[in-house]
């Protein structure tokens, strides 16, 4: 019955407010302002990004104003029209009148929300859009308007006048939003700025828009509520009394109204200490330590020391930046069990611990620049963070840790980057640091065996026979150490009937030996590292020392391990001089600096151009970007690298593209890679790939306006720059995990026959969509003056072409049934020599080197991995730079690619699975002009439908219940 009191009183009021078409215009007024926002005043299409932040960046302020036209009658017109005493003097308890004015003020409030689902939906429909936040975004929505509507429904009820209550309610909730933002917690240190934050409406509002729903925050939009309609139903119940008669009823309502706002108050208070009662919406789980983090946390062994330097008073930007790393570091303590220790400290206030941060960690404050509206002045401040493990440490930036985007001519957006990676990947480097001072084994989680399969000693030439004795020294030396981790073994594979030698041929592809060119006497000498599901070889050194084996195997154990920095050796173009006047635009001057920066990260890289044919014996993985005209020896060297089970990754393209400050050229290209790549199934085809679906190339336009001229940059449809995403991604390829869209710039498709070879797995990575065509021409310079597709016309038949692709499996060598190239180079050189120095005596005097062995893997481990990207351009620093016109930040997705890909490689399953938790770019498609406008209108549309639909229903009901009375009085 109760509740057909309060429910028959809601619907009363909104009938009240659809009976007049103000209410139309109203709702029609603040869903054009949003629109209009969300489109024009926010740039969605300029920012480039599929989220719908822009709709609710500006909702708390909007919300003001709405909730303030909802409320302002609602008891104020109830006191103006005189029924104020027929409320007081009805049976029906003033918590049901005030239940029912709130219910229906938040009808209104839900329905005006709901008009705005077609934004969402469109940016759903353009791009991958993370609905966590928008849900997010709805539920604090609604609950931050429900809180001002309890405000509103309060000083509506002390007044009788309609604009008093609507100014004092913009007003009262203008100051609650306030209390958090930026504009006053900029004035106070993290502390004040963190206690203004609980108390702000607007700082709640921004973590639930996040997407994640943490308790305290829906506790303190309910206590707001609570508070106010508790308040808001005592004035009402006190305006029943006598005015100068006091009862114990009276005294029992202000009890239970104190007793009440106390417990909404003190409710915040102790919820403040529950950090872990909420719910991560996100795609991934952004916001939340991952799986991955929790199992490095597992492994720690001693305790490990998490130090927040941050100073009270630092740049506008950074300030609201703090408590997210100090929420993050406070999860890592609790996942950490006790082993890990947080600490947060202001080193401008006191001098020892800046003195150790400075001397000890290389941490130094960084000068911002603050201004305000009177003066600009120097901050010196602190954003660092400090990770100790034992003696290891390792240090995170301001720089390491934020992203900077510019939202405008003179805007930035500062956000954190993906600290959970940044963090987890220092702690990662702490332990790879302190496990490397100690136990070799200790990180080695499977047994690995050392089989030698070595010809006796009769069969082998003096050197090797004698070195022998100190391969086996150095072996029983690390079997002590290993503690039943490690164990060796010889075999020659010439005993018996011959079967280990076939078996060593057909599975790994060793076949024997020799010294000499046309000697006939063969030998086995071939030294590997097997574990249940892995084999590698160790190089035999070329000095033959027992130091320098030493050094190999432990390099070759590494690989077992998860505790140490891995090794990617890079091999990149040759770069010619540059002009002196113009050194980064030279033509043909390809460089990597992006790249090279965000490897060395994690990982140790080694450059390297092959040039001796082989690959160092510490590298895990080879890569190769955009390699030029390889020769024989340095072909040589990646095929026996491939052969003994490791990975090669190739961005390589027959094509290569020359950018100047006046001009953009494509020329052919030669890599040495063409018959190699051929061997093991993949060819190109002819020409370039370009797609309708695209990243726009950044043009600068001069124009002159009144006289003046002005320079912008004009972005333009550019085929060249296939836009991949979607279909174009394959789903269940491990590297590409987490990563939305690609791009690739300049790319030539890919022709895999692996029909020779039935061991190989083809993994089809990168695919244009359904309308790319080829081009075979080298004019790849956009029109100006052609707004479709830039002046480039589509030719043939349109379809999808394959970009990138990775093969595992058994590779069959180059070289097979071919001599080394070093051996044949050796032997050359020696024949020379021989006729040359005949007589010579130093010919008769013993070595202990043996030089070149004629020796060549024919067919490699099942661990083997090729994978290849069909660009020369696409990781330049040159291209991104291009690419990242577009947002206004650096460009990371291809870079993360082929991070990903390393990892995906060296099986770092945990790490990659951190750095793609959705911090990727979500970014929409290239759309013309009139295809944004089509979009736009469509939204208005849609909305503007919406409001005459709710119109009719209104007239409906309204004839309806006309006619209802009509037939009661007839």
């Known amino acids: 019955m109760q509740r057909n009191v309060f429910s028959r009183i809601a619907k009363k009021e909104i009938k009240i407010f659809f009976a007049s078409p103000v209410a139309f215009i109203f709702l029609a007024c603040f869903l054009a302002v949003n629109l209009f926002i969300f489109f024009w005043v926010e740039a969605f299409f300029a920012r480039n990004i599929a989220d719908v932040k822009p709709l609710f960046e500006w909702m708390p302020v909007l919300l003001i104003f709405l909730v303030g036209a909802l409320t302002m009658k609602m008891w104020s017109e109830e006191r103006r029209m005189g029924t104020l005493e027929f409320v007081m003097t009805s049976p029906v308890a003033s918590l049901q009148f005030v239940l029912g004015k709130f219910l229906a003020c938040l009808f209104l409030l839900m329905l005006a929300l709901l008009l705005t689902l077609p934004i969402p939906l469109t940016v759903a429909y353009l791009g991958s859009l993370d609905w966590g936040p928008v849900i997010g975004a709805y539920l604090a929505t609604t609950l931050l308007g429900a809180a001002y509507i309890s405000i509103g429904l309060l000083v509506s009820s002390k007044s009788d006048n309609q604009i008093v209550s609507l100014l004092m309610t913009i007003l009262i909730c203008f100051c609650f939003y306030i209390l958090g933002s930026d504009v006053l917690t900029a004035f106070v240190g993290n502390v004040g700025s963190q206690f203004l934050k609980l108390l702000g409406t607007g700082s709640r509002f921004d973590s639930i828009t996040r997407g994640v729903i943490d308790a305290r925050d829906l506790y303190y939009y309910l206590s707001i509520m609570g508070i106010f309609l508790v308040l808001n139903t005592y004035t009402l119940e006190s305006q029943r009394w006598a005015e100068k008669q006091k009862t114990l009823q009276h005294s029992l309502w202000r009890s239970i109204a104190f007793l009440a706002v106390s417990n909404f108050i003190l409710g915040n208070l102790w919820l403040q200490q529950v950090n872990t009662a909420r719910v991560d919406l996100t795609e991934g789980n952004i916001y939340s330590i991952s799986e991955a983090t929790k199992n490095y946390l597992k492994t720690l062994q001693e305790p490990l020391l998490l130090r927040g330097y941050f100073s009270a008073k630092t740049h506008p930007l950074l300030a609201p930046l703090v408590p997210e790393v100090q929420n993050l570091l406070k999860e890592y303590e609790i996942a950490g069990n006790g082993k890990i220790k947080t600490e947060l400290v202001d080193p401008l206030s006191n001098p020892e611990l800046e003195d150790e941060a400075n001397t000890k960690y290389g941490i130094k404050p960084v000068p911002f620049q603050v201004s305000d509206k009177y003066q600009a002045s120097l901050v010196n401040s602190y954003f660092n963070i400090l990770i100790q493990y034992g003696d290891q440490y390792e240090v995170l930036s301001f720089q390491e840790l934020i992203e900077v985007k510019q939202t405008g001519e003179t805007d930035l957006d500062v956000k954190l980057r993906n600290p959970e990676y940044d963090i987890t990947r220092s702690i990662k480097k702490t332990l790879q640091g302190y496990q490397s001072t100690g136990d070799l084994f ?392 021989t006729d040359t120095d005949e007589n010579s005596e130093e010919n008769d005097v013993e070595s202990n080197e043996i030089g070149q062995i004629n020796s060549v893997i024919t067919r490699s481990a099942e661990s083997a991995r090729l994978i290849v990207f069909a660009s020369n351009e696409f990781v330049t620093d040159q291209t991104l730079q291009l690419v990242s016109s577009a947002t206004r930040t650096l460009y990371r997705n291809s870079m993360q690619l082929l991070q990903n890909t390393v990892d995906w490689s060296l099986e770092d399953r945990e790490l990659l699975s951190i750095r793609n938790r959705g911090h990727f770019s979500r970014t929409l498609p290239n759309l013309e002009r009139q295809e944004q406008l089509f979009w736009e209108y469509l939204n208005y549309g849609l909305i503007g439908l919406g409001i005459i639909l709710l119109f009719g229903i209104n007239r409906t009901i309204k004839a309806s219940t006309l006619q209802r009375y009509q037939s009661a009085l007839n």
């Open 442 to 833: 200790a990180t080695i989680r499977k047994p690995v065996n050392f089989i030698g399969y070595v010809s006796t000693k009769d069969k082998l030439p003096e050197p090797l026979a004698n070195f022998q004795q100190e391969i086996q020294t150095t072996l029983e030396t690390f079997k002590q150490d290993a503690q039943e981790r490690f164990s060796f073994s010889f075999k020659p594979p010439e005993e018996g009937d011959g079967s280990l030698a076939q078996k060593l041929m057909d599975e790994f592809g060793f076949r024997p030996m020799s010294t000499s060119l046309f000697s006939n006497n063969t030998f086995y000498y071939y030294l590997t590292l097997q574990s249940e599901d892995q084999m590698i070889q160790v190089a035999l050194p070329e000095d033959l020392s027992q130091e320098a084996f030493k050094r190999n195997l432990e390099a070759g154990l590494k690989r077992f391990s998860s505790g140490f920095t891995k090794v990617v050796n890079l091999v990149l173009p040759p770069s010619p001089p540059a002009h002196p006047h113009q050194q980064m635009m030279a033509p043909g001057n390809k460089n990597f600096g992006f790249l090279e920066d965000l490897l060395e990260q994690e990982l140790t890289i080694q450059k390297n151009d092959l040039s001796n044919g082989t690959v160092p014996s510490d590298t895990d993985v080879l890569m190769l970007i955009a390699p030029k005209e390889l020769s024989e020896t340095q072909l040589f060297a990646i095929d026996q690298f491939l052969m003994k089970g490791g990975t090669v990754i190739a961005a390589t393209s027959p094509y290569s593209t020359q950018l100047s400050r006046a001009n953009l050229t494509a020329s052919k290209h030669t890599s040495g890679l063409e018959d190699w790549l051929q061997h093991q199934g993949i060819t190109f085809k002819e020409g370039m790939v370009l797609d309708p679906q695209n990243a726009p190339f950044p043009i600068p336009v001069k124009r002159q306006v009144g006289g003046f001229t002005f320079q912008e940059m004009r972005m333009l449809d550019y085929p060249y720059f296939v836009d991949i995403r979607d279909q174009g991604l394959n789903p269940e390829a491990g590297m590409l995990a987490g990563l939305q869209q690609i791009t690739l710039n300049w790319a030539t498709p890919l022709d895999i026959n692996n029909t020779n070879n039935s061991f190989i797995k083809v993994t089809e990575l990168l695919s244009s969509s359904k309308e790319s065509w080829l081009s075979n021409s080298l004019n790849i310079l956009p029109n100006l003056n052609d707004p479709s597709q830039s002046g480039f016309t589509p030719v043939g038949t349109p379809q999808s072409y394959l970009v990138a692709a990775a093969l595992e499996g058994r590779f069959n060598s180059y070289f097979k049934d071919k001599d080394s190239p070093l051996y044949t180079a050796e032997a050359s050189n020696t024949e020379e020599t």
